[in-house]
């Protein structure tokens, strides 16, 4: 049985975090950037100790108004900042309950921005650096945070089992019809073209790429019913999600 590395943002506010972290492998938990407190912080630290899900930080641009969904025009200092108070927070919070740190995933239009613009991406690099530890970061195929190296830092590249991917085999806009995967079926169909290194366009087209770890967006009690759907199926196909 091959496994499948399965993330979840979590910690942003939805009601159904207890219930989903026993059933991934991954959580990315919101650090104050888009969403987040102290206390939502540690209880996600706390439920992915329980369960022994890979804890990672979501930090993103500090926008609350928005969910952390559009870009926004800081400068680097400004960014830098902000980017490095979450994340050293996170640290703390960490190390307050003893938990182990595995990964950095950026949110939202910061992730998505990063992966194009090589200023931004050699931003964020930076910030992780200087974090002096080893940490893995979850990020698109060929963003530009790939083109940054160091000894601490390993990258995993990450595929989406809910979200369609264009001709161009970027992410398709969530504001077009077509942009999200809404049935089970379809998101474990999605799941099983990625384990085997394959993105599919809305149009057919064939990428090989290798996916390290697979998002499942968590806003939803749905999301409950494609994870029990995915365990129930996924052995049929060879695969488990990783635990």
């Not at 219930?19 to 630290?45: D, F, V």
């Not at 200087?130 to 990020?139: A, I, M, P, S, Y």
């Amino acid at each position: 049985m091959k496994s499948i590395n399965i993330n979840c943002d979590l910690a942003e506010g939805y009601k159904y975090d207890s219930q989903i972290m026993p059933l991934i492998s991954s959580c990315n938990i919101a650090c104050g950037g888009h969403y987040g407190t102290e206390r939502s912080i540690k209880k996600a630290i706390q439920q992915a100790q329980q369960h022994q899900v890979k804890i990672g930080a979501h930090p993103s641009f500090p926008d609350k108004e928005n969910f952390g969904r559009k870009l926004m025009n800081l400068s680097s200092q400004e960014l830098r900042l902000s980017l490095s108070a979450q994340l050293h927070h996170f640290r703390e919070l960490c190390q307050d309950e003893n938990a182990d740190w595995h990964h950095i995933k950026f949110h939202g239009a910061l992730y998505n921005h990063l992966a194009k613009n090589k200023n931004l991406a050699k931003l964020c690099f930076e910030v992780i650096e200087d974090l002096n530890r080893e940490v893995v970061v979850f990020t698109l195929p060929e963003s530009e945070l790939l083109n940054f190296k160091s000894d601490k830092i390993k990258y995993w590249v990450e595929g989406f089992a809910d979200r369609t991917y264009a001709d161009d085999f970027s992410l398709t806009p969530r504001k077009l019809p077509n942009a999200l995967l809404h049935t089970s079926k379809e998101i474990l169909h999605q799941i099983l073209n990625l384990a085997e290194a394959k993105i599919i366009s809305t149009s057919g087209k064939i990428k090989k790429q290798t996916i390290d770890t697979i998002c499942l967006h968590s806003d939803s009690k749905l999301t409950l019913n494609h994870l029990e759907y995915l365990q129930e199926q996924l052995p049929k196909f060879g695969y488990e999600i990783e635990r």
